[in-house]
């Protein structure tokens, strides 16, 4: 599967360059495997998918062809689902390998200084500056692991923690503390940063200090909690978006509009409302993450809060206290205050997924009234080209549907062994049933309405009303919800049929797969392989040209880039210069010509040679003899003259 997807993707990655359009290779990646599970490929594969071996390259040509047809197709939900869902899967990808990467690189320098600390040993020859050098080493490992960087860059931070670590592990403890077998240094070294955060948020707690420390909760909740109303404002109006592209799908096509043309419509409608389902399933799962995240944030901030309160009262107005009853409070203090830090920053995290999924909403012309794109003149009212082929429900009907929906169950039926009824109070407050349908399977859909009836209507996309009750699948733990009494009471004829129907429907619409958390009904439906298959490089063979005018009103027609041709040019126009016609006639010189012609005699000219002379001075030379030898060898100076060059030589 690897090798031909990856073939596959390089092939339309350059079909799509040489267009000029960028198309992420994860969208094209999954696309094929969409194209692959609706047996879109198998006139053209004869059967064969990507995990049953390496295709040629004619057939690698014919997919990519195929699929860049399918790509490049305008105003299509169908392609914008499948970005929305493998690209929030990328997303999820990214932000958790940034959190990894961040705790990492912090572990990584802790564990360095960690190292350097516990493989410390004194001797008698130590200097107090050693053990000076050992004490800010100790101080830099605990700002690197508790988060206290500021005080390792603020010089008044920095005191703040130096004064915190000294009153708990003064200089003179490092003697002791040197003795120790490495695992106990470790494990007092953590205990130390522990209490020194905790004295740290004391000290902000009182007023004294705090300057070291990271933004209190406070500064964070306010975000949050505008992030949650944003999340629900977006579930909302999906959901009733949904609910009105039900209406779509469901309704008859009118009686002038050719029946292709309707079942056109019907299926668009299908399309468009996978999407938002996409979309309101994507919000209402960080809005559940998010709810879980700010209910821990706000039990670790009120158990902060309460321990600081035991240690103001343990201190109170006392000089002195006893460390064995104040070390625990910092240290939970501590504890408490790290697992608060983690939460505050997946809070980022999630604001900054919500802002990529919102990025993935529309990218087609919807069918619903509210966000018609078709320009028309202003005279004219704006219609839909869609829904005007279909006889959709006015909005009063729409609403009687929706009150025949929530009926209430009267009588609870008998369901088969292995499925059991979980009865739910009828008066859930609209908070209440969204935080349990966040836990119902199928993302909060109804099952027996997604199961295909084998109707031209298909399965419809149908919210689950928790106050009908669930239904617990003994099987595999999953709670099935419905949309109507009428759901509940034909899921407990045949559970199995209505549970196998969905999923053959899945199969037939593979992106309701991610949707429905079904995507181990196929190999191929499953997004975390195909983003690690893709995350590495690919090889694309691609060539590009330029233009060689890029704008045809700046082409200048005279100019010649070659050189040779321009010095051709220069020389034909200076030998044309010299090809004049010229004469002059009269009536008298006619035929008659008088010329006289003068000449210049050469002029007497002499010559003599050059002779060339010289003179040299004699040569002196003086040379030393009898500087060694015996003792009675005397010294004799001889001077010679070598009288060479003179002129009677020549």
């Not at 596959?8 to 799509?16: H, Q």
């Not at 292995?418 to 109804?446: K, R």
Request: charged residues 20%; proline residues 5%.
């Amino acid at each position: 599967m690897e090798d031909n997807l990856k073939r596959i993707v390089s092939e339309v990655t350059r079909l799509s360059r040489e267009a000029g359009v960028e198309v992420d290779a994860n969208v094209i990646g999954y696309t094929s495997c969409l194209q692959e599970v609706q047996k879109s490929w198998d006139d053209v594969t004869g059967g064969a998918s990507l995990s049953s071996g390496a295709f040629g390259p004619a057939l690698i040509a014919s997919l990519s062809q195929l699929l860049y047809k399918v790509l490049h197709q305008k105003d299509s939900p169908y392609i914008a689902t499948a970005k929305m869902q493998i690209m929030m899967e990328v997303a999820f990808k990214n932000q958790r390998e940034a959190v990894e990467k961040e705790q990492s690189e912090g572990q990584e320098e802790a564990s360095m200084l960690a190292r350097s600390i516990t493989g410390a040993y004194a001797n008698k020859n130590t200097t107090m500056q050693a053990y000076e050098k050992l004490h800010k080493l100790i101080i830099e490992y605990i700002c690197k692991k508790v988060g206290l960087d500021r005080a390792l860059s603020d010089e008044f931070a920095g005191e703040e923690v130096r004064a915190a670590v000294e009153s708990v592990f003064p200089l003179s403890s490092l003697a002791r503390f040197l003795t120790l077998e490495e695992a106990e240094r470790l494990q007092q070294i953590e205990e130390l940063s522990r209490i020194t955060l905790g004295i740290c948020l004391f000290n902000r707690h009182t007023g004294k200090g705090g300057r070291a420390l990271p933004p209190a909760t406070e500064t964070y909740m306010p975000q949050a909690q505008r992030l949650q109303r944003d999340l629900n404002r977006q579930a909302q109006d999906l959901a009733a978006s949904l609910r009105t592209l039900q209406a779509f799908q469901a309704a008859p096509p009118s009686p002038s509009v050719p029946s292709d043309e309707a079942a056109a419509a019907s299926e668009r409608a299908r399309l468009e409302a996978i999407n938002v389902a996409q979309a309101f399933a994507t919000f209402q799962q960080l809005s559940a993450d998010l709810n879980a995240g700010l209910e821990a944030t706000q039990q670790l901030d009120a158990e902060v809060q309460h321990t600081l309160l035991q240690v103001q009262d343990s201190v109170g107005s006392n000089a002195a206290i006893s460390k064995d009853i104040i070390y625990p409070l910092f240290d939970r203090l501590g504890t408490l205050q790290i697992a608060l830090v983690e939460e505050l920053r997946l809070l980022v995290v999630r604001q900054r997924l919500y802002e990529e999924a919102s990025s993935m909403l529309g990218g087609y012309t919807s069918m619903l009234p509210s966000q018609v794109k078709v320009k028309q003149p202003k005279a004219s009212q704006v219609s839909n080209p869609w829904i005007s082929k279909l006889q959709v429900p006015s909005a009063a009907e729409q609403e009687a549907n929706t009150r025949i929906d929530s009926t209430p169950l009267e009588e609870v039926p008998i369901f088969p062994e292995g499925y059991e009824y979980i009865s739910t109070p009828a008066d859930l407050s609209p908070q209440q049933a969204v935080q349990m349908l966040q836990g119902v399977s199928l993302s909060g859909f109804c099952a027996v309405s997604l199961s295909d009836p084998g109707t031209s209507s298909g399965p419809v996309l149908r919210l689950v009303q928790p106050s009908l009750g669930l239904v617990k699948v003994e099987a595999s733990g999953e709670l099935i919800g419905f949309s109507s009494a009428q759901a509940v009471s034909t899921f407990s004829a045949d559970p199995a049929a209505i549970l196998e129907g969905m999923e053959k429907a899945v199969l037939k619409q593979p992106l309701l797969a991610k949707l429905l958390g079904r995507t181990h009904l196929h190999t191929s439906l499953q997004l975390q392989t195909v983003v690690d298959i893709l995350s590495g490089p690919l090889k694309v063979d691609f060539g590009s040209q330029t233009p060689v005018h890029f704008l045809e009103r700046h082409i200048d027609y005279s100019y010649e880039w070659n050189e040779w041709a321009l010095r051709r040019r220069v020389l034909s126009l200076a030998n044309l210069r010299q090809k004049c016609t010229h004469g002059t006639q009269t009536t008298l010189t006619h035929f008659k010509r008088d010329g006289d012609t003068q000449v210049w005699l050469p002029k007497e000219a002499q010559v003599q040679t050059r002779v060339n002379k010289g003179q040299s001075m004699p040569k002196k030379l003086q040379y030393v003899a009898g500087l060694r030898g015996s003792p009675h060898t005397k010294m004799n100076v001889i001077r010679l003259d070598l009288d060479l060059g003179q002129p009677h030589q020549y």
